[in-house]
């Protein structure tokens, strides 16, 4: 089911023809709002659990794929190497904390009962990426696409894989108009999606440099607001990876209805992560 703009959600549905997927007719993608006040805030509609809009999927048993774009992330004397790094350790461990273990919850049903979100090792059979490659100043949505697809050249599709593209400060992200850190229209932090390509659904995001006050929180470092978002965007794939599965009447993620509010905190491995929306209680937890 396709869900129309909402303030509440942030919630955007954009057609968008690419010239690096022709056989992709739309895009649909879901984002996530700064912090502050001027923006549209996810969340709210505490005390309302998530719907299950069947039949849509999760990710059962997810991986992640980061696919690092700029010379800067490989070059072991810029900081971007040790940003680059970190957040590969933040992947490595991520599907097996606490932290990720809320959405376990969760499940799709496809005919033959429920299957439910499992703990797993993102990183298992993954093959990160480094572009060496300059990207544009502007990285638009469907150059985003474009990277995905240039990966998926040389290595093999995984329909449990979400592919998390991370550009440089020197560059930002688009879609549209809006833009994020960087950009002249700051209107979102991150986001997650999904397209069409060869027969296969590719489920992606997009992890712009976290350069801006509304996408960081003072005193952490870049990699710190990185991993939130990181985590973030990855619960959400996870639950709702062609944004028909879960979210609320308001049209907001599981991730989205604690984004910000409470303020997001370190947990597991000292790594940056936030609040998840619970069905079970009813309200936002660290853990479970």
């Known amino acids: 089911m396709k869900r129309t703009p909402t303030v509440f959600g942030c919630l955007l549905f954009v057609v968008a023809a690419t010239a690096f997927a022709q056989n992709v007719p739309d895009t649909n993608r879901h984002y996530f709002p700064p912090n502050g006040p001027g923006w549209a805030q996810p969340g709210g509609g505490h005390g309302q659990n998530l719907v299950y809009h069947a039949p849509g999927p999760v990710i059962q048993l997810a991986k992640v794929v980061c696919i ?38 969760y499940y799709q049903n496809l005919g033959s009962g429920n299957q439910y979100v499992q703990q797993s090792n993102l990183a298992l059979n993954t093959g990160d990426w480094f572009d060496t490659s300059t990207p ?103 639950t709702d990876q062609q944004l028909n599965a879960w979210f609320d009447h308001r049209g907001n993620e599981a991730d989205d209805k604690c984004a910000w509010s409470p303020a997001p905190f370190f947990g597991t491995g000292g790594y940056g992560y936030q609040y998840e929306w619970s069905n079970a209680v009813g309200g936002c937890v660290k853990t479970q």
């Open 68 to 105: 690092f774009w700029g010379p800067s992330f490989n070059d072991t004397t810029s900081p971007d190497y040790t940003y680059a790094q970190t957040l590969i350790s933040f992947r490595n461990q991520f599907g097996t904390t606490p932290e990720y273990n809320v959405i376990t919850q």
């Open 136 to 238: 544009p100043t502007n990285v638009t949505d469907a150059a985003v696409q474009g990277e995905v697809l240039l990966y998926l050249s040389s290595h093999a599709f995984d329909d449990s894989t979400i592919y998390e593209v991370f550009i440089p400060s020197s560059s930002y992200s688009s879609s549209g108009s809006s833009t994020s850190c960087g950009g002249p229209n700051l209107a979102y932090c991150a986001y997650h999606g999904y397209f069409s390509s060869g027969g296969n659904t590719v489920k992606y995001s997009i992890e712009p440099y976290p350069s801006c006050g509304g996408c960081s929180i003072s005193g952490w470092t870049a990699a710190q607001n990185q991993e939130h978002f990181v985590c973030h965007e990855t619960r959400e794939a996870v």
